[in-house]
């Protein structure tokens, strides 16, 4: 079932299993669908387009995960005490993870320097016509989906933990 601390919540949190594997699969449909967008914007051959497009759109899908596993900054400080605290204490022992904070382009970028390497390849590809900029799209897909569903795993521990306190 859902829980929610007030009658106006808008979003739910889901706290049994079937409901957190639901929003799982909804959430990574999510970042496919955002990685594939990521894909196209990589194949425009101007240079720098494709990673101001992935700072927003990765950004935007994050706040949208938080949103949908009812883990955003302001749906945790509406949940009940013990099950606030259980949140801050989940998303503490992640460390380092985008879970409950309040998502700015800084923040997303610092995270994506920790993959540079793959971000500098992306980058080095688009030097060759073509079959650079579908590599590019390559890169720049595994790079935005993998990097959406480590974020989705973090969510659903998370509230698996609420969950177990609910």
């Given amino acids: 079932m859902f829980k929610r601390k007030r009658k106006d919540d808008q979003a739910l949190l889901p706290v049994s299993g079937e409901d957190i594997e639901r929003v ?24 720098g387009v494709d ?48 879970v409950g904070k309040i998502v700015t382009k800084e923040l997303v970028l610092k995270l994506l320097r920790k993959s540079g390497a793959k971000l500098a390849a992306k980058s ?24 959406g569903y480590q974020h989705v795993e973090a969510c659903t521990r998370v509230a698996r933990e609420v969950g177990n306190v609910a």
């Fill in 124 to 147: 080095a590809a688009k030097i060759v016509p073509l079959a650079g900029q579908i590599a590019s799209a390559a890169i720049g897909f595994a790079l935005f989906r993998q990097m």
């Fill in 24 to 47: 799982r699969e909804r959430c990574r449909g999510i970042v496919r669908k955002r990685a594939a967008f990521s894909a196209g914007v990589s194949v425009i051959p101007l240079p």
């Fill in 51 to 98: 990673v101001v497009a992935d700072l927003s759109s990765f950004a935007v899908m994050v706040e949208e995960i938080n949103l949908a596993f009812g883990l955003s900054p302001d749906q945790i400080d509406r949940l009940q005490p013990r099950m606030r605290i259980a949140a801050y204490q989940a998303v503490a022992a992640l460390g380092g993870t985008l």
